[in-house]
T-cell receptor, first 113, second 114 residues
Framework: GDSVTQMEGPVTLSEEAFLTINCTYT??????LFWYVQYPGEGLQLLLK?????DKGSNKGFEATYRKETTSFHLEKGSVQVSDSAVYFC????????????FGQGTRLTINP | EAGVAQSPRYKIIEKRQSVAFWCNPI?????LYWYQQILGQGPKLLIQ????????DSQLPKDRFSAERLKGVDSTLKIQPAKLEDSAVYLC????????????FGPGTRLTVL
């Protein structure tokens, strides 16, 4: 079945550092791709998405590009802030059946001032 | 617009006991999902409803888990009897339609089975 693999955490950076969180996927078709974020004490919320190859999703300074040739959807931000500390989940919409979300294991990000 | 509501937020039970979780989706959202999130892992879909019909329950352990969505609005997920490995956060999500659109998640119920 479809699956998502994320870079292992935790990741600790200093404020204003450049962020990359790697995400690769396996799918038999052409899924939509998502990054969800879970801030401390809050529920999961959609950060950005891309629905077809070469699409770039962006939000709050974060970006990710759907790369079909490398089956990747890496999350990047040029200058992180303390408020970006959270757990980040890469996900795809299953290409079979009901198109449920399939999540990676999550990457915990901590930004130090 | 009110978000997805879940209750209780926390529950501690002994193994072999039963437990129920409640979810009220965003008004007008036809699709409702229940996910299980074990510590250190991503959420895993347990069951998906479209209105009051089941779309996907392939990963629901049906010998102990059950879920219903009467009248196509709120939903209840039950575990009976609970096992130690059921300790997890149970997330409810809803979306306007099924498919690759955005899902809106509730705060979750943290279950601890002792």
């Amino acid at each position: 079945g479809d699956s998502v693999t994320q870079m292992e955490g935790p990741v600790t950076l200093s404020e204003e550092a450049f962020l990359t969180i790697n995400c690769t996927y396996t799918a038999t078709g052409y899924p939509s791709l998502f990054w969800y974020v879970q801030y401390p004490g809050e529920g999961l919320q959609l950060l950005l998405k891309a629905t077809k190859a070469d699409d770039k999703g962006s939000n709050k300074g974060f970006e990710a590009t759907y790369r079909k040739e490398t089956t990747s959807f890496h999350l990047e931000k040029g200058s992180v802030q303390v408020s970006d500390s959270a757990v980040y989940f890469c996900a795809l919409s299953d290409t079979q059946g009901a198109q449920k979300l399939v999540f990676g294991q999550g990457t915990r990000l901590t930004i130090n001032p | 617009e009110a978000g997805v509501a879940q209750s209780p937020r926390y529950k501690i039970i002994e193994k072999r006991q039963s437990v129920a979780f409640w979810c009220n989706p965003i008004s007008g959202h036809a699709t409702l999902y229940w996910y299980q999130q074990i510590l250190g892992q991503g959420p895993k879909l347990l069951i998906q409803f479209q209105n009051n019909g089941v779309v996907d329950d392939s990963q629901l352990p049906k010998d102990r888990f059950s879920a219903e969505r009467l009248k196509g609005v709120d939903s209840t997920l039950k575990i009976q009897p609970a096992k130690l490995e059921d300790s997890a956060v149970y997330l409810c999500a809803s979306s306007y339609t099924g498919g690759p659109g955005e899902q809106f998640f509730g705060p979750g119920t943290r279950l601890t089975v002792l």
